[in-house]
């Protein structure tokens, strides 16, 4: 990896770093539900692109992998979430 490359990914883990600890702030301190779940949706998504600036840095598929899993249980959480808020209950 060159140094330009190994500096950038460095930046851009520390960049979603702070991102991910305001979303974390949100996440506690949101006004209301529709605020936390937002708060929570974006902390998947930038839990998901830390994984794959990790893939890239570590030069390792196992990353990809973890990322689509991440993204897939963040997807059905938010719709779970989504649901629950909607109508009261996840399952019918």
């Not at 883990?13 to 209301?32: D, I, Q, T």
């Not at 902390?43 to 992998?65: C, K, N, Q």
Request: charged fraction near 15%; avoid cysteine; glycine fraction near 6%.
């Amino acid at each position: 990896m060159t140094s330009l490359l190994s500096a950038a990914v460095t930046a851009t883990l520390l960049m979603y770093a702070l991102a991910m600890a305001l979303a974390l702030v949100r996440l506690l301190r949101g006004p209301s539900a529709q605020d936390r779940v937002l708060a929570l949706d974006f902390t998947y998504v930038l839990g998901m692109l830390l994984m794959l600036v990790l893939a890239i840095r570590y030069d390792s598929p196992m990353y990809f992998e973890g990322a689509l899993l991440m993204a897939l249980f963040g997807f059905v959480g938010s719709m779970a979430l989504a649901k629950f808020l909607l109508r009261g209950e996840v399952i019918e």
